[in-house]
């Protein structure tokens, strides 16, 4: 069974930074296509980046671009969300989620089968 683990939310001040970590058990990580998502009350889970698994394919959404990056590290079997300049309207819990399906990267919640438990992130004004 895979299990996805995040750390690394918390309470910050507009403009500052976080990094999240999500550290995948269970499975081959190396194989897997990576997404952190995240969402507010109200609203749907979005993709705010996802990483295939060769790591040659990188999607950001518009409103992150250029402030976050993700990054995934085979040999800890770990994905990463380093979050800078970040804005209150990031508030959210924030998940990763895993696709263990062989296939092209993809930025859709249906397309991953493996969810951590979520993390929440407060960016305070």
């Known amino acids: 069974q895979v299990q996805l683990v995040e750390s690394g939310g918390g309470l910050v001040q507009a403009g500052g930074s976080l990094r999240l970590s999500c550290v995948t058990s269970g499975g081959t990580f190396s194989n897997y296509n990576m997404g952190w998502f995240r969402q507010t009350p109200g609203k749907e889970r979005e993709c705010v980046a996802a990483?295939?698994?060769?790591?040659?394919?990188?999607y950001y959404a518009d409103s992150v671009k250029g402030r976050f990056t993700i990054s995934k590290n085979n040999g800890v079997n770990t994905v990463y969300l380093q979050m800078n300049s970040l804005k209150p309207e990031d508030t959210a819990v924030y998940y990763c989620a895993a696709d263990s399906t062989i296939k092209s990267w993809s930025k859709h919640v249906a397309e991953y089968d493996y969810w951590g438990q979520g993390t929440q992130v407060t960016v305070s004004s």
């Open positions: 990483i295939s698994w060769s790591g040659a394919t990188i």
